[in-house]
């Protein structure tokens, strides 16, 4: 989802006027006050032929002079030159139609056509002069992005029909500013199969979840109380010697907290050094089409101290109601004189 967000931005407007239409003024005014981070396009649906291959593709007209993001706007800064670059080709889609940069294509379109010597569908040349990887297989078979008028001289008009952002905003306020005939769609919208498949495998994972800790808790607890019993000979010898229930009490709870960081804490170091030998050597175990070809590994900070409070959170809570379960059902005063 980041990786697609990233070049397709959070959501897009879609909108067909020409430039001097009042609607634009009146979209940009909204986007510049909201302080967001846009783009201006022309998209259509091509085909690209290079020598005897043809191939459909998606064709992103970008203007340059605008905000481009962040994976083209490093391919555009890079060139030595400061011209305009004619496209940007993902390395997949290049793979597949056979060119390496610097290599001359033709964009046709079907769609439009001259009336010259009958009806000739139009074409355009293009250079391609750089190839990227977004790593989102989707895109990067059949995406290409070029030069804004190189798309509007093929369709012979001044049209942008996509506005892309890329900056986060609250969406429902900005489609309650928007003019009419203007549609505005986020990621999570186009891609709504995709995200309830995301949903459905996390309503799992947190069931799982849940089971598991369920479990865990269940495990504490018994095994604390067989614990427990174990040693009310020893608990009732210290009260015997001296000590106060309050501190007798106390220190049990320090010594099941201190036991619960040291057991979570060499938890969590195993499994990293497990995770990072894992990254390391695993075999790649899904096909080609797969950009993560591996089992995926994300190790944050975040995610560190999410991984040690949740279940040292889990063994605190059921440590204690062990230990006050244990209270209830056991009189160190019986056990005394039952034992005498």
Known sequence: MV???????KATLYYK??????????????????????????EIELLLRYQTFITPVLVHGIDQNGYVPDLLRVELQSSASQKK???????????????????????????HVDDLLGDVPRSQSIQVERTISTEVPEID???IWVRLPLVQNLIQSHLINRVRIYSDMDFKELRSLLPSGIQLKTWEEENATLVWALKLESTVMIFL?????????????????????KIKSDLASFWILGASFSKIDRATKYFLHLMSI?????GVGCGLVFLWLFNHYAPEIMPDVFVDRKIPILITGKGLLISFLVPYAISSVF?????NQFKREHDLLDHVRSVS
């Open 3 to 9: 990786r697609s967000k990233s070049v397709l931005g």
């Open 17 to 42: 006027a020409p430039k001097n239409d009042p609607g634009y003024e009146k979209l940009f005014k909204i986007l510049d006050d909201k302080k967001a981070l846009y783009s201006k396009e022309y």
């Open 85 to 111: 670059v004619d496209a940007i080709m993902p390395i997949e889609l290049a793979y597949k139609v056979g060119v390496a940069p610097p290599e001359t294509l033709t964009m046709i379109s079907p769609a």
């Open 141 to 143: 078979l059949y995406h």
């Open 209 to 229: 979840f849940a089971a598991m800790s369920l479990l865990v808790s269940l495990c504490i607890t018994s095994g604390l109380l067989i614990f427990f019993n």
């Open 262 to 266: 040291l057991s979570i804490g060499t």
């Open 319 to 323: 440590s204690i109601f062990a230990l």
